[in-house]
């Protein structure tokens, strides 16, 4: 690796830091007049497409359509539950605190794992880490779950939305892992944004969210952020970076991501920020790193990024 390539994959690695982290507020921005379905499926139709015209500039076509059912299933689990989940989380947890408990997609992708033919048995590290990064959740909803109110259900139902999410996510990396979808990842990618766009619009239809879509100058700015930023530029980024540096380095952004969105969320959207939340980030980020720790995490090569949130 030359010198100007080191520099240009550090450069890229900032960029998924810095872009990464702020779409969890962009999200947040975007729904305030859009509602959850059709803004997922908008940004992800519309960041297929701009993919799609934009695989010829990386000398790459669209993957055999034999491949697309496989590709629409890991869409399926990974855009339209997993980023779609979060989407409707973020209605009632703070930004910064999704990114927070998002990033326990580690957690879940080692339980799907030790459960799949060939896959690693659990260690004794890694039930430690799974046991202190899901304290800290128990940290961050206890007081809502002791109060009982509207508004404390309804936190409690977006975590447990956004668990389900990351298991999701986790579910479709393992599929991705297995199943060769004879594709380079960003024209298979380019498949599943456009098939996991075109699921999400039919889900706004079916559940009548288009009279709710109203346009302003801030949502309509944060969805086009979300697409270009978020999805398309953010993702070709990550790609770069796995071919230049090593994966544990990669890796790092997910340390940096909610410490970037808890940032923004506190001083932009005026979210809450105690000593609580202190401690339970600290205990999901101690029980990432013990998961990671391990000498499996260490060799496995991420095969599917989580951080389009």
Not at 32 to 38: D, K
Not at 132 to 141: D, K, P
Not at 221 to 239: E, K, N, P, Q, R
Not at 297 to 308: E, G, L, N
Request: charged letters at 10%; glycine letters at 10%.
């Amino acid at each position: 690796m030359t010198m100007r390539e080191r520099k240009g994959a550090y450069l890229a690695w900032i960029t998924i830091c810095l872009v990464w982290g702020t779409t969890f507020l962009g999200i947040r921005i975007a729904l305030e007049t859009f509602p959850v379905a059709l803004l997922a499926g908008f940004r992800w139709l519309s960041a297929g497409l701009v993919l799609t015209l934009l695989l010829p500039m990386f000398g790459e076509r669209l993957p055999p359509r034999r491949t697309w059912p496989s590709i629409a299933l890991v869409g399926l689990l990974m855009n339209v539950l997993g980023n779609g989940l979060l989407v409707w989380a973020e209605q009632y947890v703070a930004s910064g605190l999704t990114a927070v408990v998002a990033g326990m997609v580690p957690f879940w992708s080692v339980v799907v794992e030790a459960i799949s033919p060939g896959g690693d048995r659990l260690t004794r590290r890694t039930l430690a880490g799974l046991a202190t990064g899901f304290a800290g959740i128990v940290v961050l909803v206890w007081p809502q779950l002791t109060l009982g109110a509207a508004g404390g259900r309804m936190f409690v139902a977006g975590i447990v939305a956004l668990q389900i999410g990351s298991l999701a996510w986790a579910i479709g990396t393992s599929y991705t892992k297995r199943h060769k979808l004879g594709a380079t990842p960003i024209a298979s990618s380019a498949v599943q944004m456009l098939f996991s766009g075109v699921v999400l619009l039919g889900v706004g239809t079916v559940l009548g969210e288009w009279p709710h879509v109203t346009f302003t100058a801030r949502s309509l700015g944060a969805l086009i952020y979300l697409s270009l930023a978020g999805s398309v530029i953010g993702y070709t980024a990550y790609v770069f970076t796995l071919k230049y540096l090593p994966v544990a380095t990669v890796s790092l952004y997910a340390y940096v991501n909610p410490i970037i969105a808890v940032a923004l969320g506190t001083l932009i959207a005026a979210e809450p920020f105690n000593s609580r939340i202190v401690i339970a980030a600290a205990l999901v980020f101690g029980g990432i790193a013990i998961v990671r720790s391990t000498p499996r995490a260490r060799s496995t090569k991420p095969i599917a990024v989580k951080a389009v949130a």
